[in-house]
């Protein structure tokens, strides 16, 4: 399971690194390199018989309503933690910070985690995960959840893009190991952006 995060988190860094991109630029980039990978035997999460057949992650349309300005509000010296997973696997996580933001009339707020694995790698040291679940969740998008990467900012202003929203790949084989989000981590809101439900036919 590891490197099929590296792989995501590094196709999140390859984007997030262009700095000439606007945001809406950098979620189209993001996602075709995201179905690329899907589509390449080599780093598809998918099993042979899915693979056959892939065409492509279902996506909702980019909306710029769902790329907010936010603030991130750090908290040291948190204790780190076992997150719980899809299996027995519990790696250790350590809350960074809080993303407070307004979306869809409401003032609210996403954890936002680091795995302390995960950053102890050089390329990796200032990634941040956001698992969160809302209430599109086990409607049109996975109800497990789904996940967000972010590069720590130099400052307390972040731009937290649902857009970029993926499925953890325990969605797609069951092989897979994957986080999931803390219950402080619903939104009690709808987010219409990102990847969809997977449904294999």
């Known amino acids: 399971m ?3 995060i590296a792989l995501v988190v590094l196709l999140f860094l390859s984007v997030a690194c262009a700095q000439t991109l606007t945001d809406v630029e950098k979620t189209e980039r993001f996602q075709k390199s995201l179905n690329k990978e899907f589509a390449n035997k080599a780093t598809s999460p998918l099993p042979a018989d899915a693979l056959k057949k892939f065409k492509g992650l279902e996506m909702y349309p980019i ?6 300005e936010a603030e991130l509000v750090v908290t040291p010296d948190e204790i780190p933690f076992k997150m719980l997973t899809t299996t027995d696997r519990k ?8 993303i407070h933001f307004f979306l869809n009339g409401k003032d609210l707020k996403l954890n936002v ?3 302390l694995a995960l950053v102890s790698k050089d390329e990796f040291k200032n990634h941040l995960f956001i698992p969160f679940t809302d209430l599109t969740s086990g409607v049109s998008t996975y109800g497990g959840g789904r996940y967000i990467d972010m590069e720590i900012p130099q400052g ?3 731009i937290l893009n649902f857009n970029l ?3 953890p ?3 797609y084989n069951p092989k897979y190991s994957c986080p999931i989000p803390p219950e402080e981590n619903f939104l009690n809101t709808e987010i ?4 969809k439900d997977y449904k294999y036919e």
């Open 2 to 4: 590891r490197n099929y």
């Open 63 to 68: 909306n710029e309503r769902f790329i907010i």
């Open 91 to 98: 790696p250790t996580y350590r809350k960074y910070g809080e």
């Open 113 to 115: 985690y680091q795995d």
């Open 156 to 158: 307390d202003k972040v």
């Open 165 to 167: 929203a993926y499925n």
């Open 169 to 171: 790949y325990c969605v």
């Open 192 to 195: 219409h952006a990102g990847v």
